[in-house]
């Protein structure tokens, strides 16, 4: 599966579905391929990464660039198994990653966090493979990640019960959540790992870093699934307002969330599914020097 010199290549690798022959999971993990760039953002949990990935015909051998969007369990799981196969990827997530984290509900904690196997196969990396991401990062031209997201609505949230400490109770903003965007000709291709920080926040911010206010695809989860009625409308409206061309929504979106935003925007509107790949047009450059950091000087 490789991308022509001009387009830019999106696969689904992991999600809660999956198309016949793969394996579905509670957890995100999407391949892009770009001419220059082979990056992966996220893991999924584990088990389902390397099966689905060599029935797609991904080799994980192939990553350069990893990039883990938060430090929950079904995001980061598969890590050694791609640091095993690419010993070579770089990798950049925020220091709060590897944080411990917890949901509770009633009086059941439940640890969300980063699987000590991914922290160590992290603190194992040889010196500069790691990227201790806080700030905007230009990966290359017309390639780039966020940094953390500021929390500018007034009706988003981290999306449920997450917490830092099972017994104090002290909510989790989840604060580490990163996102990565592609500049093409046609606006920009932004991919969401669970929009903890809002999905309406992540895509502003987005265009703001890529200086590109044209959102043309966003797809990964939107974190909607216990989102109140009037959260679901709202984002669903501004989403409608920056008229995107396409919105996979994926693993923690929720049914009510997918037909809210097949309602507004009806066939723009695509499965986001283990095995869905989406093709767009070539990143375009370049990384504006002075916003972030340039890929030469990524660590924070």
Known sequence: MTASSAETKVTILVDNEAQEALIP???LSVWIEAPGEQLLV????????ARNASELG?????????VLSHGHYDHTGGVPEVLKCA???RVYCHPGSVSARYSIRGELPKPIGMPAAARLALESLPAGMLHWTTRPVGLGDGVGITGPIPRLTDYEDTGGPFFVHPE??????????LA???RTDDGLVVVVGCSHAGLINTLRHAQRVAECPRIHAVLGGFHLLEASEARIERTVEALAEMQPDLVAPCHCTGSR???????????????GLAGATFTFGAPVGPWVEGFGETPAGVHA
Do not use: M, N
């Open 180 to 182: 990565l965007w592609v």
């Open 87 to 89: 010993p070579t990827a």
């Open 257 to 271: 969330a997918v037909d809210a935003l097949k309602a507004a925007l009806a066939q723009r509107v695509q499965p």
């Open 42 to 49: 996220d893991t999924g949990q584990g088990p389902a990464l």
């Open 58 to 66: 991904v080799p994980l051998s192939s990553v350069k660039r990893l």
């Open 168 to 177: 104090s109770r002290h909510a989790d903003p989840i604060d580490d959540e």
């Open 25 to 27: 999971e509670h957890g």
